[in-house]
C-alpha cells in the first residue's frame, strides 16, 4: 500500500536552534501535503497545507517565518522548525495526497520534537 | 465551515463486544470520508476510505458505513481485541481542501 515515510522520528534540539522535519511519498506522487501538530491528548491541528511549486497556505494563528514549508518535488515536503523554543516541542504529522484518483490521503509516522 | 463530532470520546469495552463508534458532520457535501487509527505517539493509520457514492466499505472485522444525506458515519468494529485500543478519528475531504477531523474516540478493550 501507499507510504508516507516522515524523518525524523525523533529529535532533540537546543533552544534557538533550527530543526527540518521530511515528509516522502513514496510510491505515489502527491502535489498536496499537509502538515499537522499534536499536543498531548488533543487532536491534530493543521498547520498549513504545502503545494508543489508554489507557497505553502498556512492556518490562522501558525507563523510563517518560523514554521518554514518547502514542497520542492512532487514526492517531498519539508517542515523547518526555525529558532525553535520549548513551546514548540510538538509532535508534527504530514500527510501527503495521492494524486491519482480517489485522492487518499496517507499519513506519515509522526515527528517528535523536543526543544531543550 | 465543515465540522466533524465524534461521539463518544472516550469508550472501554470488554474483549469480545462488538461496537460502534459515531461521526457526524454539517455539510453533506463531502467528496469522501475516512476512518483512521491512532495509536498513543504514533501517526495515523488510514483503515478506511468510503467515496461520497458508496454507503459502506469493509476491511475484516470493521465496516464503515456513510449516510451524506444525514451527515452521518459509524465505524462498527466486531469481535473488539485489547489491540484494537487506541483513538479512532474520522476526517471528512471537501474536494480540493485539507481534510476536517473530529477529535477522535478513545477506544479502550478490557482482556
Known amino acids: 500500500g501507499a507510504v508516507v515515510s516522515q524523518h525524523p522520528s525523533w529529535v532533540i534540539c537546543k533552544s534557538g536552534t533550527s530543526v527540518k522535519i521530511e515528509c516522502r511519498s513514496l510510491d505515489f506522487q502527491a502535489t498536496t501535503m499537509f502538515w499537522y501538530r499534536q499536543f498531548p491528548k488533543q487532536s491534530l491541528m493543521l498547520m498549513a497545507t504545502?503545494?508543489?511549486?508554489?507557497?505553502?497556505?498556512?492556518e490562522q494563528g501558525v507563523e510563517k517565518d518560523k514554521f518554514l514549508i518547502n514542497h520542492a518535488s512532487l514526492t517531498l515536503s519539508t517542515l523547518t522548525v526555525t529558532s525553535a523554543h520549548p513551546e514548540d516541542s510538538s509532535f508534527y504529522i504530514c500527510?501527503?495526497?495521492?494524486?491519482?484518483?480517489?485522492?487518499?490521503?496517507?499519513f506519515g509516522e509522526g515527528s517528535w520534537l523536543t526543544v531543550v | 465551515k465543515q465540522e466533524v463530532t465524534q461521539i463518544p470520546a472516550a469508550l472501554s469495552v470488554p474483549e469480545g463486544e462488538n461496537l460502534v463508534l459515531n461521526c457526524s458532520f454539517t455539510d453533506s457535501a463531502i467528496y469522501n470520508l475516512q476512518w483512521f487509527r491512532q495509536d498513543p505517539g504514533k501517526g495515523l493509520t488510514s483503515l478506511l476510505l468510503i467515496q461520497s457514492s458508496q454507503r459502506e466499505q469493509t476491511s475484516g472485522r470493521l465496516n464503515a458505513s456513510l449516510d451524506k444525506s444525514s451527515g452521518r458515519s459509524t465505524l462498527y468494529i466486531a469481535a473488539s481485541q485489547p489491540g484494537d485500543s487506541a483513538t479512532y478519528l474520522c476526517a471528512v475531504f471537501s474536494g480540493n481542501t485539507p481534510l476536517v477531523f473530529g477529535k477522535g474516540t478513545r477506544l479502550s478493550v478490557i482482556a
Open positions: 504545502s503545494n508543489e511549486g508554489s507557497k505553502a497556505t498556512y
Open positions: 500527510s501527503a495526497r495521492d494524486d491519482r484518483v480517489g485522492n487518499t490521503i496517507y
